[in-house]
């Protein structure tokens, strides 16, 4: 049997605790979804927290003495647990028990290396190696592929599509890898080259210290971006639990992971020299609602405790509107028993079997006038009350009655709403015209000077102003009309809601009235067909009983047990709410983003950033999701601050030291983030060294670099800052940070494949 068929059961990687189910090929070669466990963090006192150090070693203790599990190759043998440096030796049984990934225990994730494989199937790939917790320069000329690395890397994170323009990167590259590393694991993401517009195929190993880039000919899928997530989730210590949105809320609920952290981590050439927004991909639709919704729970403000309250919270309220919807249809069918009630009990009047029918009977006065008629005999020879052609006459005449009845009521509303609307446009501008006369109140008639002279350029009026006096008594009447046309505002409302009474009185009576007629010239057909008085009466009769029956089936303690039912969800909504409005996730994250601002405010002065100096505070602003600077007498948030040195210079500061804060605190973030161009304010495309600055140019774009040196170097290798820009210093620390000089012929697609291509 070939191996490519034992390619089942659970993926060992070489040395590592971690364990991936591999499910076996399909026919097309390809490898199904490889579904990631994810355990719940540690509960210790209503807080997730990390596992404890003892605790972590105990359940590595117990994954590595994990027996029944076989490695058989065709090439290396029996020799588990001994692994194979073979990629493609992955026959395996099934090992017992499940893979563990330690959820809640947060580890810096780093990159190490990306590299682009051939469409060929060439095996030397073209690698960029990162140096993890430091400083990464990748510098060079203008169209070498630098901003090309930054959505290859979001690519291989699990994005569906890759947002590459069409040129050699798209024409050469097969196979896009990225190699990271989370705790003392590492994870190889691969990611084909889509062959449409997007693809969730994604190759995912998994393995220790060792695991390094494989060669071309061993790419291949086994993994769906879903998967890749999962995992990196997992391993992140993102707790698994689903975002619901606040009852009424317009958005769709999702659940969180590495595919929201990650928009903290990149930020393009687009996007940090923009005002108008602060993270990678914010203007994108719905993708700032989304930041919005997740940043509490990434800063630590929220958690799946709020969550879970707020998932229950909004599931109540749907249960309650649709309890709500079923007392709203039972109020309509007893609305509609009613007037078929009252329909019957006009045909037994017609008929002869009862004498009168109150106008507007309750349900339970025509049931019992129904029953009376039920279970009466009458004389077959007694002649009905009312002839049948008299009746029918009488309800049309009764229903051209209510018609015009309620024509007049309408008519009479909006004469009145007309007058509504003309009354609020006069009382507006009596005040209008009584605010401009009040400031005049404040002179005295000793500050009069002569009323025929402009007290401007002294010169005779033809026409005399008027004089204090007469603007103080002209003050005084507005004031009269406002008081007498604001006096009349209660008894409009009384009339209105009388006339909207009046009117849903008459539409009842409408309905009953057409019941009536449909009841009477339903019967009609029937009766035509009788010819003795008898009979009719026992038509009516049946019909009666066939009514009385039906609405007696339904539960009388229906409507009333809707309504209790809703009144307790209303009781746990409440309650709910309480726990919510308690949780107060609001205050939580505002202190939190309080917190990173003491280190944006020092920064931004350091790197004499506009308005910095002057600002008591510079800070992220949760709502705009934007760099506000706080002063004494107003906010400016950074729509209003110009110069695009200005804006890198706030996005700068705001995502050092939001990372300096998540790594700090240790939260479920990749602690990694790239920058891609923060110096093009000085270097626009025509320019490609640095002899074209002014002086103080060349100082902001060191001080820049020398900002993300030092912060570097206080979060002790924690860190890892990835720059892909143009400059080039010739300082001894900013040429240790340069990981590849795409200058001279180099750039990210090698000359090769360009002329092989």
């Given at each position: 049997m070939s191996a490519r068929r034992w390619l089942a059961g659970w993926l060992i990687i070489r040395s590592s605790a971690r364990v991936i189910?591999?499910?076996?090929?399909?026919?097309?070669?390809?490898?199904?979804?490889?579904?990631?466990?994810?355990?719940?963090?540690?509960?210790?006192?209503?807080?997730?927290?990390?596992?404890?150090?003892?605790?972590?070693?105990?359940?590595?203790?117990?994954?590595?003495?994990?027996?029944?599990?076989?490695?058989?190759?065709?090439?290396?043998?029996?020799?588990?647990?001994l692994a194979c440096s073979d990629?493609?030796?992955?026959?395996?049984?099934?090992?017992?028990?499940?893979?563990?990934?330690?959820?809640?225990?947060?580890?810096?994730?780093?990159?190490?290396?990306?590299?682009?494989?051939?469409?060929?199937?060439?095996?030397?790939?073209?690698?960029?190696?990162f140096k993890p917790g430091a400083l990464n320069i990748l510098t060079g000329e203008?169209?070498?592929?630098?901003?090309?690395?930054?959505?290859?890397?979001?690519?291989?994170?699990?994005?569906?599509?890759?947002?590459?323009?069409?040129?050699?990167?798209t024409q050469t590259v097969g196979w896009y890898a990225l190699l990271v590393q989370i705790g003392s694991t590492r994870l190889l993401l691969g990611r084909p080259r889509p062959a449409g517009a997007s693809t969730n195929k994604a190759m995912l190993i998994i393995g220790d210290h060792t695991l390094e880039l494989p060669a071309g000919d061993r790419m291949r899928a086994n993994a769906d971006t879903d998967a890749l997530r999962a995992e990196l989730s997992a391993r992140l210590g993102i707790d698994?639990?689903?975002?619901?949105?606040?009852?009424?809320?317009?958005?769709?609920?999702?659940?969180?992971?590495?595919?929201?952290a990650v928009y903290m981590c990149l930020q393009k050439q687009t996007e940090i020299a923009n005002q108008q927004l602060l993270f990678h991909r914010q203007s994108e639709p719905g993708m700032a609602q989304m930041m919005k919704d997740?940043?509490?729970?990434?800063?630590?403000?929220?958690?799946?405790?709020?969550?879970?309250?707020?998932?229950?919270?909004?599931?109540?309220?749907?249960?309650?509107?649709r309890v709500q919807r079923q007392i709203d249809e039972s109020q309509r069918d007893n609305e509609s028993a009613n007037a078929a009630l009252h329909g019957l009990a006009r045909l037994a009047q017609e008929a002869g079997m009862v004498q009168g029918v109150p106008e507007r009977a309750s349900a339970a006065e025509l049931s019992v006038l129904l029953r009376e008629a039920a279970d009466t005999v009458v004389d077959p020879s007694a002649p009905p009350v009312f002839g049948e052609d008299g009746m029918q006459e009488r309800l049309a005449a009764e229903r051209q009655a209510l018609r015009e009845q309620l024509h007049d009521l309408n008519e009479a509303g909006a004469l009145l709403d007309s007058w509504q609307q003309e009354s609020q446009a006069f009382t507006g501008e009596l005040h209008t015209q009584l605010g401009r006369l009040t400031s005049l109140q404040l002179l005295s008639p000793e500050d009069a000077g002569a009323p025929e002279v402009c007290p401007l350029c002294?010169?005779?009026?033809?026409?005399?102003?008027?004089?204090?006096?007469?603007?103080?008594?002209?003050?005084?009447?507005?004031?009269?009309?406002?008081?007498?046309?604001?006096?009349?505002?209660?008894?409009?409302?009384?009339?209105?809601?009388?006339?909207?009474?009046?009117?849903a009185d008459v539409r009842r009576r409408l309905q009953a009235n057409a019941s009536a007629l449909q009841a009477l010239q339903a019967s009609n057909r029937r009766l035509r067909e009788i010819n003795d008085q008898h009979a009719r009466q026992a038509h009516v009769q049946g019909r009666i009983l066939q009514e009385l029956?039906?609405?007696?089936?339904?539960?009388?303690?229906?409507?009333?047990?809707?309504?209790?039912?809703?009144?307790?969800?209303?009781?746990?909504?409440?309650?709910?709410q309480e726990l919510v409005d308690a949780d107060d996730v609001r205050a939580e994250t505002e202190s939190r983003l309080s917190r990173i601002a003491l280190d944006m405010t020092d920064w931004a002065r350091e790197l004499d950033l506009e308005h910095a100096d002057e600002a008591e505070e510079v800070r992220i602003s949760l709502s705009l999701l934007n760099v506000v600077l706080r002063t004494e007498i107003s906010r400016i948030p950074l729509t209003r601050i110009g110069s695009a040195k200005n804006w890198i210079g706030y996005h700068l500061v705001a995502h050092l030291a939001l990372h300096t804060y998540l790594l700090k605190h240790q939260r479920p973030v990749p602690h990694f983030i790239m920058f891609d161009q923060p110096t093009q304010a000085f270097f626009p495309e025509e320019?490609?060294?640095?002899?074209?600055?002014?002086?103080?140019?060349?100082?902001?774009?060191?001080?820049?670099?020398?900002?993300?040196?030092?912060?570097?170097?206080?979060?002790?290798?924690?860190?890892?800052?990835i720059v892909c820009d143009h400059v080039n210093l010739r300082d001894d620390w900013f040429r240790d940070a340069v990981i590849e000089n795409w200058r001279q012929g180099k750039a990210l697609i090698p000359t090769d494949w360009i002329t092989e291509a």
């Open positions: 189910p591999a499910p076996r090929r399909l026919a097309n070669g390809l490898h199904p979804r490889v579904p990631a466990v994810r355990r719940p963090a540690q509960r210790v006192d209503g807080a997730f927290q990390r596992p404890r150090s003892d605790q972590t070693a105990q359940a590595s203790q117990r994954e590595q003495s994990w027996s029944g599990a076989r490695r058989l190759h065709t090439r290396c043998g029996p020799r588990w647990p990629i493609a030796c992955y026959r395996i049984r099934p090992a017992r028990g499940p893979p563990l990934a330690l959820q809640g225990s947060h580890l810096s994730m780093h990159l190490l290396a990306l590299a682009l494989y051939h469409r060929d199937g060439r095996q030397a790939p073209r690698t960029i190696t203008s169209e070498t592929g630098k901003s090309a690395v930054l959505d290859i890397i979001e690519y291989c994170l699990g994005r569906q599509h890759i947002s590459l323009p069409e040129g050699v990167i698994d639990f689903r975002f619901e949105p606040p009852a009424g809320a317009e958005r769709y609920a999702f659940n969180v992971s590495i595919a929201q997740t940043l509490p729970y990434f800063l630590g403000a929220a958690g799946p405790e709020q969550a879970a309250r707020q998932r229950q919270l909004a599931e109540a309220t749907r249960a309650l509107r002294n010169q005779a009026l033809e026409e005399p102003d008027p004089d204090i006096e007469q603007l103080n008594d002209l003050t005084r009447r507005l004031q009269y009309e406002l008081t007498d046309a604001e006096a009349l505002q209660p008894s409009r409302t009384r009339h209105r809601q009388e006339l909207n009474e009046q009117v029956q039906r609405t007696t089936s339904q539960s009388a303690d229906e409507s009333g047990s809707l309504r209790r039912q809703a009144a307790r969800m209303q009781e746990r909504i409440a309650e709910l320019v490609h060294d640095v002899g074209a600055l002014t002086d103080a140019d060349w100082e902001a774009v060191r001080s820049y670099f020398t900002l993300m040196r030092d912060v570097v170097n206080r979060n002790g290798q924690g860190l890892q800052i």
